[in-house]
């Protein structure tokens, strides 16, 4: 049994109180004495070139202050990219520039023009209206394929093509495994598109900029989850600001699945505004504005093959895919397509021969970039479609091929350049076929085809790579940063402890999970520990919350800088008790003298740190705090197996989640209640995709789904309970907690069941169907049905 | 500017208004009540939940201008003048009901509002009733579990217990 509030302890969470009380602090809860407010005045064509742009009438509008177009920020740095993509040739992916307000030229629906900065938010809006802009539509390029061809129309005329970098992945991989395909018992081809998904956290993005002329120095508040990294962007690439002049802070942020990693335009500009007028500005989007300019995720268009032996063994992976980078390259966009997906197309199996090729395209829509998953819930849609398909034709059981071709013996480093260091799939599915009841299916199926209904079942395995990520490694890669974290430590004189981390919470409970693990290696209350995180100028630094890296990474430091502590505590312990250092114990926050009654207590040591009356000044500074930064040796691979039985309506073709179940391995568990909400909402997240959303724009490039009226998000009819398990752990051999991360797990591995079982349902109607796109919509389901 | 006056959590409330004001802007800007949430421009997501004379209503779709004289109670008038959680915040901590906590406010105020009609409803009548209430982190497990504890069901039979 875990301690009272220890690692593997369901303690609640103690930030839920002020959530549920409304007594939260989002950014737009702030506000800045003397603010005004901006409202961007947007492109409403996909591709064209600015004309006229006259502000003469809107200037003269009530409350008007002033209104900024692209030629204030001639000489501005441009919003950064932070990875750079080699292609398949040796050569650097092609970059655009990406100005923080259009300079002539407008590349999609959303693309900021102007910025009219007013007393209210309504007289902005208002002055907005009476800008007269003149736009010569442009030709859009909207289909990807289409964008690669000779003569297409370029999104950026200064590029040689629409084509950022076709990547091959592992090029010297290529050869084999044309070889393994010319040489197999059976080949398995599938076509897919993986749509396009806007991230959509409950809270619209906010950002609020203050400049103070007396020391010349800068406070952005905006909803990130890395407020470091923005610091770091538009600090040294957009602005021009050194660290020791800009703080950012990102206090409680209301959710953000990959989209408010990113360093965006509004941010740089209320920061430069706020300079620029000497008032604070503050810009708070609205949910249509939030369509056309946070950035949006997947949209890949892809082709597997599978190749097998006579007697089922996988023996080769091929993959081409189209991936859409929207109009600019948002901060990661290039690594998403690239190395957190060719990395991970071995998932779960011993295919000795992969070969990964991937074209990233230009078109005229929201830059595409990391959302929940991030790359790997596309390679997983791919791998595990196209193995229950190889099942379907070969006519075995689908869980017994997956079963057959599992890795089995660790470390395994696959053919696609990483290493999992720890992994039990049978054990995930072992356990899944108990909590799923596979058993109990053919009488539910039975049920179901009595009320005139058709029920499938479906299965998927999942690996990723997350706990991103070894410095060394990614820089090798083309990332323009470290993927370390930070934490320091902080004692005060009483024993209360305060810690500094650099990953950020927005959603994930860190200020009750983080305290846990300190409680537990100090033996002390997690009451007298607090969290503090998303403010530049209290933490020491940080790269933020995103791949599920928080515990693996900034976890990892927070327990290095308590070791840090534990260390010197002891050294003041044994001069307190006047004994050998090497002779003090620490347990249950008491310090003891091996073999003798001799103990002090936690407060005892930390008021001598503090007061250092009697103490070994000569060996030791007063003081009890300390910090630590970590890197990891190794990305973590979390992994897990799911199931899905879906209903389909043969009248109308709706297709109804009846169960879900999922078994994961994340290694050890440090809160078991926050991590099955992780499961759970990731889980709403991939039916969500499976089956509801998708963002869609016409041939002109107008976005169809621009709200919530069109866009469809999962209710929470829409969805069953889940059964989740976490029972299977395999500990991370190479973080000190042994943790792998939980957070995209859900997203990731819940698509492929779902259109898995609804394959299956319809197959057991006798049609014969192999494949529906996703979101596989009640329309898609009854024109398959038609054959 | 035309004035406005309510009682909002038990306190008589007076503001000037445009009359474009939408109430969630009066409780938000004029009033310092940021408990209330804009999570959308189309009344869709529920972020902006409130009640008006017993009466669970989005706060984006009604004008202040309208609730002259009205009872407003918001999320921050739920817990008790000592701070303690009302029989719905509590569930709502005790089954992990929030993650992120933008959705929070609205998705409490409806279950609220949900148990005053129906004090005993069912798995698929609180998900029926919850249609107007978007949340993108839990994945709704836990919210409907938590609105089914606060009716004082058993939770413990549900998947995955």
Known sequence: MPKDGGIGDATKRREDVRFLSGTGNYTDDINVAGQAYVHFLRSDVAHGKITGLDTAAAEGMPGVLRIFTGKDFEGVGGIPCGWQVTDKHGEPMQEPAHPVLA??????????????????????????????????????????????????????????????FDWGFVEDNKAATDAAFESAAHVTTLELVNQRLVANPMEPRVA????????????????????????????????????????????????????????????????????????????????????????????????????????????????????????????????????????????????????????????????????????????????????????????????????????TEFPYATPVAVEYDTGDYVATMDKLEEIADVKGFAARRAESEKNGKLRGFGVNCYIEACGIAPSALVGALGARAGLYDAATVRVNATGSISVMVGAHSHGQGHETAFPQVVAEMLGIDPGMIDIVHGDTSKIPF?????????????????????????????????????????????????????????????????????????????????????????????????????????????????????????????????????????????????????????????????????????????????????????????????????????????????????????????????????????????????????? | MPQVSMTVNGKPATGEIEGRTLLVEFLRESLHLTGTHVGCDTSQCGACVVHVDGRDVKACTIFAAECEGAEVTTIEGMAADDGTLNKVQQAFQDHHGLQCGFCTPGMVMTAAALLEKNPNPSEEEIRSYLQGNICRCTGYHNIVKAIMAAAGQDTSKIAAE
Not at chain 1, 108 to 114: R, S, T, Y
Not at chain 1, 231 to 255: C, Q, S, Y
Request: glycine share 8%; aromatic share 8%.
């Open chain 1, 208 to 407: 609020v900029g203050a400049y103070n002329r007396a020391g010349d120095d800068y406070t952005l508040y905006t909803t990130s989850q890395n407020p470091h990294v923005i610091r770091l962007l538009m600090g040294a690439f957009v602005l021009g600001i050194p660290e020791h002049k800009l703080t950012v802070i990102a206090p409680d942020v209301g959710g953000g699945f990959g989209s408010k990693i990113y360093h965006y335009a509004e941010e740089a500009f209320v920061t430069f505004a706020a300079k620029a007028m000497n008032r604070p500005v503050k810009w708070t989007s609205s949910r249509s504005e939030a369509f056309i300019s946070d950035a949006q995720g997947r949209d890949h268009v892809t082709k597997i093959e599978l190749a097998l032996d006579a007697e089922n063994n996988f023996t080769a992976l091929r993959t081409e895919t189209y991936a859409n980078m929207g109009a600019y390259l948002s901060t990661f966009a290039p690594c998403v397509p690239t190395y957190l997906h060719g990395t991970l197309m071995a998932g779960n199996y011993k295919t000795p021969n992969i070969y990964v090729n991937v074209k990233a395209v230009f078109t005229n829509t929201v830059p595409v970039d990391a959302y929940r998953g991030a790359g790997r819930p596309e390679a997983t849609y791919q791998i595990e479609r196209v193995i229950d398909k190889a099942a379907r034709e070969l006519k075995v059981d689908p869980i017994a091929l997956r079963r057959q071709n599992f890795i």
């Open chain 1, 103 to 164: 300079q002539g030229k407008v590349r999609h629906v959303g693309d900021p023009i102007a910025a009219v900065v007013a007393e209210t938010r309504e007289q902005a809006r208002d002055a907005a209206e009476a800008i007269e802009v003149d736009i010569e539509d442009l030709p859009a390029v909207m289909d990807m394929k289409a964008a690669l061809e000779d003569g297409a129309p370029k999104v950026h005329d200064d590029l040689s093509s629409n084509l950022c």
């Open chain 1, 542 to 787: 940080g790269m933020g919350t995103y791949g599920s890296r928080s515990l693996a990474v900034c976890g990892s430091a927070m327990v290095r800088a308590t070791e840090k502590i534990i260390n010197k505590a002891k050294k003041i312990a044994a001069h307190l008790m006047e004994a050998s250092e090497a002779d003090i114990e620490f347990k249950d926050g008491q310090f003891s003298v091996a073999g003798t009654d001799k103990s002090v207590a936690w407060g005892d040591v930390t008021l001598a740190a503090y007061v250092p009356h009697n103490y070994p000044l000569e060996e030791i500074e007063p003081g009890l705090e300390e910090t630590a930064f970590y890197d990891p040796a190794n990305f973590t691979y979390p992994s897990g197996a799911y199931a899905c039985e879906v209903e389909v309506d043969p009248e109308t073709g709706k297709v109804t989640v009846e169960r879900f179940a999922a078994a994961d391995d994340f290694g050890n568990i440090i809160n078991p209640m926050i991590v099955d909400g992780q499961v759970h909402g990731g889980i709403g997240q991939g039916i969500g995709q499976a089956l509801l959303e998708q963002c869609v724009y016409d041939e002109s490039g107008q976005l169809l789904t621009g709200s919530y009226m069109d866009y469809a998000m999962p209710r929470a009819d829409d969805v069953p309970f889940y059964a989740v398990d976490h029972s299977c752990q395999t500990p991370c051999t190479h973080n000190p907690l042994g943790v792998k991360g939980c957070g995209e797990a859900g997203a990731i591995g819940s698509p492929p069941s779902v259109v898995n079982a609804v394959i299956d349902a319809l197959q057991s109607g006798g049609h014969t169907v192999t494949h529906i796109d996703m979101p596989v919509s009640p329309s898609r389901v009854w024109q398959a049905m038609q054959g």
